[in-house]
């Protein structure tokens, strides 16, 4: 997991060299709070960002996601939320979906909170628990980029 300033992300080229400069360019070229809700396709799928816009909710220890085949980069364009973040290998609540690409965990009380607003971002490797989401109930938008783990470098 990376929790960093998004003025940053350039510094991790390296992990991800075919990914993180189309990711840079289409956050520049859309404007950073003026994108419709939607999937925008990068690379296929293998780089793709969806757009959100949903009201925050409170905590629910057993909606810890995480995935296999993707790495999650998680930004707020408006709002602000929680993100619970957690290491790989916590208790499986339900069976992983290799369709869909997700599983539940539930949330440990090790598990870390980290904010989430316009500015900062969180990089989520594959396998590592993340409950994003809660709050306050108020309003946020967000870009999710979903990078291929082949991506990696």
Avoid: W
């Amino acid at each position: 997991m990376i929790y960093d300033l998004l003025e940053n992300l350039p510094d991790y080229t390296p992990l991800a060299p075919d990914a993180v400069p189309p990711i840079i360019e289409f956050l520049d070229r859309c404007g950073k709070g003026g994108m419709t809700p939607g999937r925008y396709e990068l690379d296929g799928d293998k780089l793709y960002v969806n757009v959100q816009s949903y009201e925050t909710r409170p905590f629910d220890k057993t909606k810890l996601e995480y995935h296999k085949r993707y790495v999650d980069l998680q930004l707020l364009l408006a709002g602000k939320e929680t993100l619970y973040y957690a290491p790989k290998g916590t208790p499986c609540v339900t069976p992983y979906d290799a369709k869909g690409d997700c599983g539940f965990d539930q949330v440990p009380e090790s598990a870390v909170p980290l904010t989430l607003e316009p500015g900062n971002f969180v990089l989520l490797l594959p396998e590592e628990g993340h409950l994003p989401g809660t709050g306050d109930g108020g309003t946020v938008i967000k870009a999710v980029v979903k990078i291929s783990a082949e991506l990696l470098s």
